[in-house]
């Protein structure tokens, strides 16, 4: 009588286990939660894979707009979150959403309104910038139309839930002036500001 393999008699190898690359997941809920008689630590569980962003599409409308003297342009300021001292303004063009039923242009007329008490008309449009950024944990596509105004009347009033403050600088420090290379850019490239 020939005695079965490993029932003894025989010298028998081990086997050797053989580790599953880190990168893999279990394919049973069996063998990732076996532990071997000599109550080694079980391997680190993987956590579960980070669901993907949420992608949205954001369409706002705005611009700069000139004072009624063609010498002065208007920014708004936000306090910048990242300043530790909580003082630090980051100034932009005022902009906002485009509400539905709206065009860019009614939109971007209603917003410059909104955050700086201005009102103001149309001279040209200045383009189309987009970008992207993260807000809530989510993809934020951001596609903004810019226009070049001119005052109109108005007085000069930050929207309290939306900025900080609104201010008149002269047109050659607009673009020293922004925070954003997009606007920067923007501005820059075009050219001479006259409404």
Known sequence: ?????????????????????????????ESSTT??????????????PKPYAK???????GGL??????TLGLLIGRI???????????????????EEGETPEEAAIREVSEETGITSSISKSLGVIDFWFMAGGKRIHKTVHHFLFSETGGTLAPQVSEVDEAAWFPL???VEKLAYPDEKKLIARSGELKI
């Open 1 to 29: 009588m020939i005695p079965a393999p490993g029932a003894g008699g025989e010298s028998t190898k081990k086997k050797r286990r053989r580790r599953k690359p880190a990168h893999r997941s279990p394919q049973s809920n």
């Open 172 to 174: 050659d420090q607009i």
């Open 35 to 48: 532990t071997n008689s000599t109550n080694a630590p079980q391997s680190k569980k993987k956590s579960a």
């Open 65 to 70: 707009v000139i004072d009624t003297t063609g």
């Open 80 to 98: 910048d979150n990242k300043d530790a001292s909580g003082t630090r303004l980051l100034w932009s063009l005022p902009k906002g959403h485009i």
């Open 55 to 61: 992608r949205v599409d954001e369409v706002s409308a």
